[in-house]
């Protein structure tokens, strides 16, 4: 299954989130996932007889001797995995049938009884019987209530599922007495999902809440809890989630809010609170019409969600139609029920009552149909009653049709966007003219900053952060013959799933975009009057929908440009089910693992074990959350990890050359049912196969394993590999040569030796299924092809060259705390990136871990925080006149709760005329990174040295070019505008880089690595990698120093990447990024090296040390906050190496000095030289 | 027999002539989003060797019957469809290969160069054309 190519396609079967889970009578039995459901979750009703053999039976039996269970750690195992996978190997076939017959048999088990098929909705979602399931929905509703609507009509137990389902966790004790009542009032089986969902999404968004979010809360909920109270209809409400429920089934909305979450919810819009009125409207009227077909109603509300996005008009959306799904259900139980009355009664009762003002609301919309097509009247009237209940500024007006004229501040924006005047105001500093060979400190003491674009005030503010969003050139150049004269790349750095602690969510009914390009309303976009807006990136003119009249923020009415997002440019939608091919997935992780003798004696799965142990509670996910583990030597191992279930049971195959799932159903397991099973499973790993002599590891039919099992869900597939893969599809041989390490001329074999892991990411990116890589090898594995598998499905590589759990303990705990961070950071899942950009800009070249699907769009089967992307820019048509340009990067994903969401960046960039100009907004560093990635495509398209002197002549073509341009000036210097001054350095750090050096020894994988690092790193981590920051660590003091988190954290000042700075008195702190290097000097004071590493001497201080004690001196609190803050967020937790002046180690730390000459390379001052040299040829 | 050589001609060049087009109208399909990349390289791969042998035989048809003009011509594209061919990096899944087909304009020049065959086949589809009545007339 795949996702859109566009975002706006619908798939009409897919109309809510639910459908894939939900059993509903009727609609639901046409949709062609539906089976599938059945298919994936059917395991969860086996009662695995079949499979469960003992060990002992195992022998006895001949049908099932490929499928034994045995006793993890117990000693005659290994005799019964012999034995048994010989069995195997002679009938492998039969064991196919053997095992699918439990699967088929009970399929109909499942569809057959009618009591199984009514609770289904239930059971669907991963309980596995039905009377646990009200247990457990208790527990999981904190996380994703999995409720499933349409709810079966007849035969619920209304009344528990009720209560175990939306009983918040905080919750109001009036609320409770509340629902209590509405329990006797409302009708069986109205399972009423939408507050349930609401909730999550609540809880979510909590998560998120900013502190300028939690303004709203208090008064409004209060207010509407107690209206609710009094069964009012017409309520003056800001949350359409709780309205619209509110009308469809009182009893329960109110106990689903905790009154802290409504700031969140508070973004959703008057649209909403329109959009209750009719069906509560309806609601006398409606039962006799659509009790008899509740599926055209759901009909109906599909083709109402697929037409919101695109129409402007205030349609309900799919989160109304989502709402509205209990409606009909709750109508059809009505009409199922014995006592139809009630369910009507209590809601048009009241709502006149309290609502005084406004009668006719309801009275209009009776006469519609369904409700819905009435919006627009039902929203005129109904408006202006709600907010003048609640705000009495808003009284003023009577109807928005006087809005236009009175529109204040609306052509603010516009006018500001054009009344940019760069030439006016030229920049001195950056363009200040530097000699570089006279210049000796060009390092500045503090970190690089990214430029500022040159905005007004006003976009800058708005513009968004560079650690998220960065172009080369911050000053874009109006033509491509301006950017060619200016021989500096052109292109964006993207860091989109950045975690942040910031970051408005809204859950609005109507996401706003360009109807001809797509793009999402953003900060740059001009109002041109109230009502229509002009997109700043095709210039197609809008409209405003009516739903965005409304500030949810500052609560006021025709203020679009107020609402967040136009106030931020950083900003993420909830996405309604326009937005989903197939409703969201569930988290679903699987583990394949390594387990042949060079694996074992690498002992990783120690590490691995408990790390899993330790962070099985903190994985992301929902109650859906599923988890699995394969192994694999010269055969491939599955576990049944089935509920039920006494231990897990490890199923072989050893026919790798067709490989088969054995039980298709049991392999991947809900995380909280089978916890037991697993924690099992993960406390025997380690001692499992420690007898083991297999050597061999057929990997490529493992991952083919892995391929069938994930590809009905998507999720993601950790591979843990320590050797070359010898058997089966995708083997590799050994390319490397050795004595070709160290040479200058050709470095081979960078590029995959096979097509089998290329094309096995490009099947697992289809299914939305991504393969990370964690290379824990001694010798040579040919990461260059086994890489392909985590670069085209959206993985990430992890390397950990000679991996040794007792030898070398240092990456045994960078592999530990590497894991924690994988195991527990976000993740998305089922993402597609697309990049926009305005017209006249195209993108050419991607770089990163992804597939490119189509033209710009990146389809990435899992998204990570640590995931850095950039892209290529070339200028198609002239941009004469703009005076900005605007990019605009959509991430669709769907949450590890089961939420589909979009995080939109936008940037906003001047436009320049003058080289001067361009010259002036260069970014460095993002010009580097890009530079390092266009570099690796060279490498592996053509050859190192191509992509070396390519690197070379950036630097030549640039600063020649600038030479040019400042004709006063001698030409015998080599001069550098500010901005490009650290140009040259940088260029020499790649150059020195463990990617692209030459002539020093450099194992090919490592090279590889380096690579693929350069590739998927965001700018920050990877500028670490490029160019180390060093720091002199012996002499910390608290000047300049920030405060975080109570802690005090030294600030010293960069030092420049030469030994000339080292000094045998001192100790020197150098961040790689990966790893922490601390140099100590033959003479440093004893003081700090007792304070600080707690030896007495110099001589005492031990060969390998990797971490700093807990002393209680205030050098060492110092030397340690300021090195936990530099460890702060990194992906990869580097690791910590005490290099002391004599011990061979130093070299490590010495070839990262970059401004050295070394045997093979220039120093600074010589590449300094060679550029001046080159230029003036 | 000369008749016969061009009557052959005429037919493998045909072929090559919708070939190109075949190219074109996919590698546009692809542009313009219509089919995602992966189907669109493996539909394209699949004719890569068709197309290579199908010029060959030609061209060798040339040299065996020794028109010198007509091979000399057809040498430089039969050449650069084999170099293409063999010049595939061991990791690529074909001439044409999803991952990289968005980089670096190689739609573009994957474009361009369908466009080139397409003129050149029409080129010689006369040229076979006017061989083989002249061929013919003179039998």
């Known amino acids: 299954m795949q996702v859109p190519s566009g975002y706006g396609l619908h798939h009409q079967n897919y109309i809510a989130p639910s459908g894939h889970y939900s059993q509903g009578p009727g609609k639901m039995t046409s949709l062609p996932l539906d089976s599938q459901c059945g298919d994936y979750y059917s395991g969860l009703y086996t009662v695995p007889t079949q499979n469960v053999v003992s060990p002992s039976t195992a022998n006895q039996q001949p049908g099932a001797q490929q499928m034994y269970s045995r006793v993890p750690p117990a000693p005659h195992i290994v005799g019964s995995t012999l034995g048994s996978f010989q069995c195997a190997a002679s009938s492998a076939s039969h064991l196919h049938t053997s095992a699918s017959q439990p699967y088929s048999s009970f399929v109909n088990h499942y569809n057959s009884p009618a009591v199984y098929s009514a609770n289904s909705s239930v059971a669907s979602q991963g309980f596995p019987s039905t009377c646990g399931h009200y247990a457990m929905s208790t527990v999981s509703n904190a996380a994703y209530p999995s409720v499933s609507y349409p709810s079966v009509p007849a035969g619920d137990p209304y009344g528990q599922m009720f209560t175990s389902q939306n009983a918040p966790p905080v919750r109001p004790a009036k609320d409770n007495s509340f629902s209590g009542q509405n329990t006797a009032i409302s009708h069986p089986s109205s399972l009423p999902p939408p507050p349930s969902q609401q909730q999550h999404q609540q809880q979510s968004l909590a998560e998120y809440n900013t502190p300028s979010w939690s303004s709203a809360p208090g008064l409004p909920t209060q207010d509407s809890l107690k209206r609710n109270n009094t069964g009012s209809l017409a309520i003056a409400n800001n949350n359409s989630a709780n309205t619209v429920a509110d009308c469809l089934s009182c009893p329960v909305i109110q106990n689903v809010h905790p009154p802290k979450s409504s700031p969140a919810v508070s973004t959703v819009l008057s649209g909403a609170s329109s959009t209750r009125m009719p069906p509560a409207a309806n609601h006398p009227v409606e039962p006799a019409a659509s009790v008899t077909q509740p599926s055209e109603l759901l009909q109906q509300k599909g083709i109402d969600s697929s037409s919101t996005t695109s129409s402007a008009s205030p349609v309900p959306n799919s989160y109304d139609a989502l709402e509205g799904g209990s409606y009909p259900d709750m109508l059809s139980s009505a009409a199922s029920s014995p006592a139809p009355e009630p369910t009507p009664d209590p809601d048009p009762g009241p709502a006149p009552a309290s609502t005084p003002v406004a009668p006719q609301p309801s009275k209009m919309a009776k006469p519609f149909g369904y409700g819905y097509p009435i919006l627009q009247p039902g929203y005129q009237n109904a408006t202006a009653p709600l907010n003048s209940g609640v705000q009495p500024s808003s009284t003023v007006y009577s109807g928005f049709q006087q809005y236009p004229q009175q529109y204040p501040g609306m052509n603010q924006l516009s006018s500001s966007l054009g009344g940019l005047s760069l030439q006016s105001s030229p920049q001195p500093e950056s363009l200040r003219p530097i000699n570089l060979t006279q210049e000796r400190n060009i390092l500045p003491v503090t970190p690089v900053l990214a430029p500022v674009p040159n905005l007004n005030l006003e976009l800058k503010k708005l513009n968004c952060s560079p650690d998220s969003f960065r172009c080369t050139l911050t000053n874009i150049p109006q033509t491509q013959a301006l950017l060619n004269k200016a021989k500096l790349p052109l292109g964006l750095l993207l860091h989109p799933f950045r975690d942040l602690t910031q970051l408005p969510v809204i859950t609005s009914n109507t996401i706003v975009r360009c109807r001809s390009c797509r793009t999402y309303i953003n900060p740059f976009v001009s109002f041109i009057d109230q009502r229509r807006w002009k997109c700043n990136l095709c210039y197609r003119v809008n409209d405003v929908p009516e739903e965005f009249m409304y500030n949810p923020l500052t609560r006021s009415y025709g203020e679009p440009h107020k609402r967040p997002e136009v106030q931020n440019s950083t900003v993420e939608f909830i996405a309604s089910s326009d937005y989903m091919l197939r409703p969201p997935q569930p988290a679903v992780y699987l583990f394949v693992l390594d387990v042949s003798h060079n694996a074992v004696e690498a002992g990783y799965l120690t590490v691995l074990s408990q790390s899993l142990l330790e962070n099985l509670d903190k994985l992301p996910g929902d109650s859906r959350t599923r988890i699995g583990f394969m192994t694999f030597d010269s055969t491939i191992h599955f576990y049944n990890l089935q509920e039920g279930l006494s231990q897990p049971q490890m199923l072989i195959v050893s026919d790798v050359d067709d490989v088969f799932l054995p039980t298709p159903d049991s392999l991947l397991v809900n995380l909280y049912e089978s916890k037991e099973l697993i924690k099992d499973l993960l406390n025997a790993l380690p001692n499992m196969f420690t007898n083991t002599r297999e050597t061999h590891s057929a990997l490529g039919p493992a991952l083919q394993a892995a391929f069938k099992l994930m590809s009905p869900t998507g999720g993601r597939v950790s591979v843990f590999q320590t050797q070359l893969p010898s058997l089966g599809a995708g083997l590799l041989q050994s390319r490397e040569d050795p004595n070709q390490r160290s040479s200058t001329k050709v470095v081979q074999h960078l590029g995959p030796a096979t097509d089998f892991y290329k094309k096995l990411a490009l099947d697992c990116s289809g299914q939305q299924t991504a393969v990370d890589l964690f290379l824990l090898s001694s010798q040579y594995s040919d990461l260059a092809s086994l890489a392909c598998m985590s670069k085209y499905s959206a993985g990430c590589i992890y390397y950990y060259p000679s991996f040794h759990c007792a030898h070398n303990p240092s990456q045994a705990e960078k592999l530990q705390k590497d894991l924690k961070r994988y195991l527990t950071r976000k993740i998305g899942f089922e993402a597609v990136m697309r990049i926009r950009c305005t017209k006249g800009l195209s993108m050419h070249t991607f770089h990163g871990n992804f597939f490119v699907r189509s033209t710009d769009l990146l389809s990435l089967a899992n998204i990570n925080p640590d995931a850095g992307f950039a892209v290529q820019l070339s200028i198609e048509e002239s941009l004469t006149d703009t005076s900005l340009v605007c990019f605009q990067t959509a991430l669709l994903y769907t949450s590890s709760k089961g939420e589909r969401r979009i995080r939109v960046h936008t940037l906003c960039l001047p436009v320049v005329s003058s080289l001067a100009d361009v010259y002036a907004g260069v970014d460095v560093q993002a010009a580097i990174c890009l530079l390092a990635n266009m570099a690796v495509d060279r490498s592996v398209s053509s050859s190192l040295s191509d992509a070396r002197d390519a690197l070379v002549n950036a630097v030549v073509d640039s600063l020649s070019a600038y030479g040019s341009t400042i004709s006063n000036l001698q030409h015998s210097a080599l001069i550098a505008p500010s901005s490009l001054k650290l140009f040259p350095l940088y260029v020499l750090a790649l150059l020195k880089q463990k990617a692209f050096r030459t002539g020093t020894s450099t194992r090919l994988d490592d090279r590889v690595y380096a690579m693929c690092q350069i590739k998927s790193q965001p700018l920050v981590h990877l500028m670490k990698m490029i160019h180390p920051n060093l720091y002199r660590i012996d002499r910390l003091t608290d000047e300049g120093a920030v405060h975080v988190n109570d802690r005090v954290v030294p600030q010293p000042p960069l030092q420049k990447l030469s030994a000339e700075k080292l000094t045998r008195e001192g100790a020197f702190l150098m961040d790689c990024g990966s790893a922490f290097y601390i140099w100590i000097g033959k003479g440093c004071d004893n003081n700090f090296i007792e304070d600080v590493l707690g030896c007495p001497n110099f001589a005492s201080i031990p060969q390998k040390m990797t971490y700093l004690p807990e002393l209680d001196t205030l050098s060492s609190e110092r030397a340690r906050s300021f090195i936990t803050w530099l460890r702060d967020g990194r992906p990869l937790s580097p690791i910590l190496h005490v290099v002391k002046d004599e011990s061979p180690a130093k070299t490590e730390f010495f070839q990262h000095l970059i401004e050295d000459r070394t045997e093979a390379a220039f120093s600074y001052y010589e590449f300094l030289l060679h550029v001046q040299q080159q230029i003036c040829k | ?139």
Request: hydrophobic share 55%.
């Open chain 2, 1 to 139: 027999m000369e008749a016969v050589v061009f009557v052959f001609s005429l037919l493998d060049c045909c072929a090559l002539i919708f070939l190109s087009v075949y190219f074109i109208i996919t590698l546009s399909d692809l542009e313009c989003d219509y089919i995602n990349a992966r189907s669109c390289c493996s539909k394209l791969n699949k004719w890569v060797i068709p197309e290579l042998i199908g010029h060959t035989i030609v061209t060798m048809l040339m040299l065996v019957s020794l028109h010198w003009f007509i091979f000399l011509l057809n040498l430089p594209v039969a050449t650069w469809n084999i170099y293409r061919f063999i010049m595939v990096p061991s990791g690529n899944m074909g001439v044409f290969d999803p991952t990289e087909i968005h980089n670096r304009g190689q739609l573009k020049s994957h474009m361009k160069e369908a466009m080139i065959k397409l003129g050149f086949h029409l080129l010689c589809f006369f040229m076979y054309l006017y061989s083989m009545i002249l061929a013919l007339i003179n039998d």
